[in-house]
């Protein structure tokens, strides 16, 4: 049996149960349900998750973690003690999803993206990517305005992203999303002191490329925007100012990913690139979870087809 570790409004986790369930692949789906259908004898060592033994699971699909807070919980908390009820909830459901995990890992599960080898750190990435030959943008870690003048006075074009994952910063009324910015023209609303952050020298981009990549076989698409002087492409998608073609990655690229791969002991993931004026391929970051829908839907290659198959076969392989 397949078991799915997701949250419950996400799409691409929907996309291929419904897949799952057309090629008759038994499956159960583990979200914000987790705090209700699990059931643990903690003397016995025995779980349930539902009504399936966790020894009846061969293969786990990591997609994502589950909430470790329902929308409805959450309001009611934000009326009282909010931020160390919040803190206290997630800190005990990172424990209780942790053990989840280390009972999975013990009864040596196949697993498709292994939650254990899954780091986003951006600066961890790139290393690993230099490491196996691949170029990454120029970049700096910096924390005053004064070194960030000094590199635009050099006449280089800067722009700024999180050192891990972009997070949507909520307030009562409206969602402000994080993107990947541009310095340059941003430098009189730079303070003097900061905590660090990641800066690097843009890439003048040809073109960017989103791989996505499962048990060994790569599926790339281009994505081609109207406006080369936008930062982040996803603002274009938001837009419907760009276009997706698919595309084949020369030989060498491919060779460096897999060993990058291979080193974050990743089997299934998105791996985001730029092509320079050059021709030159930059590695940008990888998502360790795989990012895959719109590329999938604009593109007709139905990628959620082939992770539904694959978890089909990991399972027939593991039992």
């Known amino acids: 049996m397949v078991l799915i570790i997701s949250k419950s409004d996400d799409t691409p986790t929907e996309q291929v149960a419904n897949w799952l369930k057309k090629y008759k692949v038994p499956f159960f789906v583990l979200n914000d349900n987790i705090y209700d259908v699990l059931t643990i004898n903690f003397d016995s060592g025995e779980i349930f998750i539902g009504d399936h033994s966790i020894n009846a699971f061969k293969v786990v699909w990591f997609r994502k973690f589950p909430y470790a807070l329902r929308e409805t919980q959450k309001k009611d908390i934000r009326n009282?003690?909010?931020?160390s009820l919040v803190e206290y909830n997630l800190i005990e459901a990172r424990a209780l999803r942790e053990y989840l995990l280390f009972?999975?890992?013990?009864?040596?599960?196949?697993?498709?993206?292994?939650?254990?080898?899954?780091?986003?750190?951006?600066?961890?990435q790139m290393q690993t990517a230099k490491a196996c030959g691949l170029l990454i943008p120029e970049t700096f870690i910096l924390n005053n305005k004064k070194a960030v003048k000094s590199l635009l006075d050099r006449g280089k074009e800067l722009i700024t992203k999180p050192f891990e994952n972009c997070v949507n910063f909520r307030s009562e009324n409206r969602i402000?999303?994080?993107?990947?910015?541009?310095?340059?023209?941003?430098?009189?609303?730079?303070p003097d002191y900061f905590r660090p952050a990641l800066v690097q020298s843009k890439i003048e981009r040809q073109y960017e490329i989103r791989v996505f990549y499962l048990l060994g076989n790569f599926f790339s698409t281009k994505i081609i925007t109207n406006d080369n002087e936008m930062v982040d492409h996803r603002i274009s998608v938001a837009n419907d100012d760009c276009r997706f073609e698919i595309f084949q990655l020369p030989e060498d690229v491919e060779k460096k990913l897999r060993s990058l791969l291979d080193t974050l002991q990743l089997n299934c993931a998105s791996v985001d690139l730029i092509v320079n004026n050059q021709n030159e391929y930059y590695f940008l970051e990888v998502n360790p979870v795989g990012q895959f829908t719109y590329h999938s839907v604009f593109n007709n290659t139905y990628l959620e087809i082939e992770i539904a198959l694959a978890l089909k076969k990991l399972l027939k392989d593991a039992v």
């Open 103 to 124: 009972e999975l890992k013990k009864r040596n599960v196949v697993w498709l993206t292994n939650p254990f080898f899954m780091t986003e750190n951006k600066l961890i």
């Open 176 to 190: 402000i999303t994080m993107q990947t910015t541009s310095l340059n023209d941003k430098i009189d609303s730079v």
């Open 80 to 83: 009282n003690l909010y931020f």
